[in-house]
């Protein structure tokens, strides 16, 4: 990545990043390619928990999410550029409807293409 490339990945995940803690998902769309890939920290699909594909598939994930959870704010970023993925370290903090709270750290592994984000790899910590 150059040093145009690194500025263009890291408006672009600004952008990303407010629009998420927002819970402006059209926000958070606009950031990612059509075919944009998540692979989500948790899911039934071993190993990689579970992956959404495509932008509605993205706004599905989202309207689920927003389902069980009622508050989630990612902080304490850190962004961190290699030669093909750019990697970014959060704190997530928050709720889940039942009252069971959120305070976990992870990472995010992003790929752009086109100037947008195209794969959004994500790790949190498990807290027992």
């Known amino acids: 990545m150059g040093a145009i490339e690194r500025e263009t990945a890291m408006t672009v995940l ?43 598939a993205v706004r599905r994930a989202l309207e689920s999410r927003a389902a069980v959870i009622d508050t989630l704010r990612f902080s304490e970023t850190e962004v961190m550029f290699g030669d093909e993925h750019v990697v970014g370290r959060f704190k997530a903090t928050g709720a889940y409807k039942n009252g069971e709270t959120i305070d976990v750290r992870g990472v995010d592994i992003y790929s752009f293409r086109d100037g947008k984000i195209s794969v959004k790899d994500s790790y949190w910590k498990r807290i027992a």
């Open 14 to 56: 600004k952008a990303f990043g407010k629009a998420f803690n927002k819970g402006d998902v059209d926000g958070i769309l606009q950031n990612v390619t059509d075919d944009f890939e998540w692979r989500l920290h948790e899911g039934p699909d071993a190993p990689d928990g579970q992956i959404v594909k495509g932008r509605e």
